[in-house]
Nanobody
């Protein structure tokens, strides 16, 4: 069974930076893609960024493109989300997610939704003050 544990959330002023981490554990962890989603109070959970584990291909939501960077570390089975130029509207609980398979079985666009992701972390709170 795969477990995902996020860390790195906190309170930051607008314009500041945070780096979130998501450590994956479990017997022989392998995944086609990992992603970050976020959910603000009263809102549905939304896609933030995704990265393919083997090739490192990335894709970002328009609202974060140019400010956030997703990356992964093979040796640590960890994916990161570097968040710069934070805005109050980035305030949300951030969730890490991973696919259960190692092959791309869906079209690329589907990986920008919750559908392909089988494993989820517990979330980490990010609060950006104005």
């Amino acid at each position: 069974q795969v477990q995902l544990v996020e860390s790195g959330g906190g309170l930051v002023q607008a314009g500041g930076s945070l780096r979130l981490s998501c450590a994956a554990s479990g017997r022989r962890f392998a995944s086609y893609a990992m992603a970050w989603f976020r959910q603000a109070p009263g809102m549905e959970r939304e896609f933030v960024a995704t990265i393919t584990w083997r090739d490192g291909d990335t894709y970002y939501a328009g609202s974060v493109k140019g400010r956030f960077t997703i990356s992964r570390d093979f040796s640590q089975n960890t994916v990161y989300l570097q968040m710069n130029s934070l805005k109050p509207e980035d305030t949300a609980v951030y969730y890490c997610a991973a696919t259960g398979g190692i092959d791309a079985i869906y079209t690329a666009n589907y990986y920008y939704t919750e559908g392909p992701y089988d494993y989820w972390g517990q979330g980490t709170q990010v609060t950006v003050s104005s």
